[in-house]
Structures are given as C-alpha cells and as structure tokens.
C-alpha cells in the first residue's frame, strides 16, 4: 500500500504544489491524508538524494538533519520508517541496539503500531539497521 | 535571555555531567519549533525536543522553552473557539459539551505550581542503554499551571458509585489508523483529587500549541504520560481502559519502585509509572568549569518530588562519605522544585567533584545506585559535577 503511493503522480504533484518545508510550524497545521502522505514523500526524496531543503521562512526553523549510512537495504528503510517518524530515532538509538534489538524493535512497529512492512521487507530493513546501527555489544 | 552560545554550553555539560558514556552518537543539534527558541533536538516528527539546561534554571520554565514530547505526529493546531470537550462516559449520570470559554466561566480557576516530568528524562543517561527517546535531564519543566479542577467538570457530568477510571484523549493522532490512538487513564480518585486540573494557562499565558493547548490535563505529582495535551474527550468508566498505551506502554516491573499504586492497571508481572520519585538536578556549576584556589564555587540547583514537598537537599564534596544541608529557596508549593544553593570552599587545587542529594517528606532520598528497568524510567541517582581547581 505504502510502496504504491510513493510512487503515485498525485502525491507527487502534490508535494510540489504545497509549500511544504520540514519546518516544525508545518507540522502546527494539522497534516492530514494526502499532506502527511507527500510531506514523508518530499522529505523521502530529500534523504535519498541528499539534498538539503532549504526553510523559505527567515526563523531557523527545525529541520530533518539525519542521513543514514550508506548500505544495502537503505532505501527501503527510510521508505518504511519515515511514514510515522523522522529518522533521528536511529542513529540516536543505536548505543541500545543490536540485531536482536532491532529485530524486536521492527516487530513492534509492525505488530503494535501497524507500520506497513511486509515479512520480506522486515528482514531487509533488519539486516541493514543491524548493520549500520549496531552499538550494543 | 539566553544566547545560543550559553544554551549550546549548558547543553555540553548537561550532556557530559555525572556519567561517562561508552558509545555515542553526535550530540543533539539545537532545533527550532514554531514559537519556541531553540530547544535540543532528539526527533522532528513527531515533535521530541529537550530545555537546555540553562533554561531550568528559573523558577518557572519559560513557555517557548519548555520541552515538547509527542508519540504521534498528527498534531492539529486546534481552534479554541470551536474547541470543545466531551464529558461522559458509563459511569457518567450525563454526559456534557464544553466549549472553552464555559469550561473558564462555569467552574472556579485554580493556579498551581507543578513540574511536568517525562517518565523517560535522563534516559540516555542509562547504563545500560535502553531504546527509546534518548533525553537528557531537560525532559522536564515547572510551570504555573490554571485552570479548573477535574473534580468539578466530573462532578458536573455526575460521577456514578461503579466509576473506577478516567479516560482521556487529546486531538493529536497517529498517521495511520491502524497506530493505536494516545488514550490513557487514571484512577478515579486521584481524577477526583483537587490538584488533578484540566489548565488552559502556563504561567499566565495561554498553554502553547506545543505544549497541549487549548486545554490540557494537570496530573500534578506523577510522570508526563498522564498530562494528555489538546484535551478533547474525557470519560468516567467503571472498567479498566485497555488501550495499548496503558496496558503496554509505560509500565514498570511491578514492586520495583516506591510511589502510588495504580490497582486496576496492575497485573503481578507490571504496573504503570506513576509518582515522580524524588530527585535533583545541579544547574551550577557547570562541568568542567575552572575556579581559583580559596575562592568559593556556588552549588545551585532544583530538587522535587511526588508533591510530598522537598524536605532537604544535601551536596558532598568528598565522596559522598560527609554531607552539608543546601539552604533551600522559596517553596512554590508541594507540586513544585524547590531551589537549593550552597557555596562550596574550593580549597585546595585539583579536581573537586561535588555530589547533590535530595529528601522527601515521603522518607525517600536519592539512591546512589541505579534501578535497572527495561523502558530506563525513574533514573533518580544523585549526580556529581566535577570542577577543577586551579
């Protein structure tokens, strides 16, 4: 479900239309369906390709500041965790994790919050967080 | 007004005060949230963001700088004209429609001094690390907190004899509908107790948006969780709320720790956090700060509790074998800090770690040691602050 509105026209075109920043007062206006939708896909795309959005408002405003590593399994990672949360949550978490962390993390996510990840997908996103974000010994 | 220098200085040290970390990621860059100066950064969306150390050293917590936590990240910016709370549930005799301004004219304003602490600040000072936002020690502030007693809008809906929890929702939701909805409750008789609130105002201005407006609940005494934001549905019901986020979220091993016993949510395995324990945090000095030989460094610092009220705070500066009573500042009332300070000799040239330990009025103190807990709640050790001597 979540894969197809990725790459849905209309979300795309409506991240485009919208003025929408990763400023937290965006965050104020009550994202609701397609906003929440092209908001995660704008910052998405802005993850993957590096790029940085700049804030057109003149107050520094918060923004998403958090790359991942490099690594097999990225993509889809960002992909899936960034529907509900920004992805700060991994690197700041990853002195408490270790495969088995992340393995009971990604169940909880999937079981308890309803994150949209397939049985396949699970494993793809557990081995690239066990790989990148491991500092539990 | 705090510069950023001063904010991303206290931040260090708040940072590397009392415990060595072995592995860790950068620090929390500083982020802007709308109408708030800048805070640390620990998650954009949903909105996590931590006072600085240097912003907890007023009595009251400033309003744009007090720490924001949410769990999900549909936060709508309610229009309190329109803003209404819904009263009722079974054990309610009937069930009301608030708007805000019959919630203000309809019962007595009450103002009080709390602080509102997260179950998890200091969780990234666990050791061992535990998952989760990793706080600081600024997932926390003290506010005036106004408003109206729950008492009295329960008691307006009538309160049946079976009524047994209070179950509260707030406006924010998840991005999913299959994410369970923040729901929690409490117990009927601490929602019947006169210090519970439902406050519109913080520290004399209206809650802002991030910190639950128009109208949020006041649980003064125990962790955050209950303080449900953007209040909008309140229900009187005579069996125990089984939502995700009382029946599997913040809960502790059951007997593991002192505080209010939460009966209904209790099972033998776990059982939910409630009271704050007793704790202190030193605002100055700072670590690491440098002072001269035969001069005087001045302790300073807040102590609080469960609302048991600060009995005494005490500061070692020879590890921990001899203690000295801090004078304790002004009481705001039981719900609030307390203010402490002491000026330590610095005598004699070297390091000087000085250790703080605060006592209820409940018996408790500070322990020395850490109670392990697998959600890293309740961390109430004494802290130490280490400044050398030149």
Known sequence: MTRSLWRSPRVRAAAVRSRITLAGDTLARGMLGWSVLAWSM????????GVAIADPQPQA?????????????????VSRCIVCHSLEYIPSNAPAMNRAAWGKTIQK???????????DEGRQVLDYLATNYSGKP | MLSRRDLLLA?????TAGRVWAIEPAPDPLGTLSGKRPLVQHALRPPNFETPLAA????YTPNDLFFVRYHLAVIPEVDPSSWRLQVGGASAQRALSLSLSELRSSFPHVSLAAVNQCSGNRRGLFLPRVPGVQWGNGAMGNALWTGVRLRDVLQRAGVASDALEVVFRGADSAVLPSTPD????????????ESTLIAFEMNGRPLP?????????IVPGWTGTYWMKHLTQVRIEPKAFDGFWMKAAYRLPTGLFDGSRFASQTTPETTPITDILVNSLITAPLAGTRVRRGTHVELTGKAWDNGAGIVRVEAS??????????ALGKDLGRFAWREFRLPLAAATSGTLEIAVRAHSRNGTLQPDTLTFNPSGYHDNIVQTVTVEVT
């Open chain 1, 42 to 49: 704008l910052a998405w795309v802005a993850v993957l390709g």
């Open chain 1, 61 to 77: 405003q918060a923004q998403e500041l958090t790359q991942l590593a490099e690594g097999s399994g990225r993509d889809l990672t």
């Open chain 1, 109 to 119: 996510m999937r079981d308890r919050f309803g994150a949209p990840i397939t049985d």
């Open chain 2, 11 to 15: 931040t260090a040290s708040a940072w």
């Open chain 2, 56 to 59: 907890l050293v007023p009595a």
């Open chain 2, 182 to 193: 923040f729901v929690k409750s409490i117990p009927i008789d601490r929602a019947l107790d």
């Open chain 2, 209 to 217: 948006h991030w910190n639950g407006a128009p109208a949020r609940l």
């Open chain 2, 317 to 326: 500066t020879d590890g921990r074998r001899s203690w000295r009573d801090a």
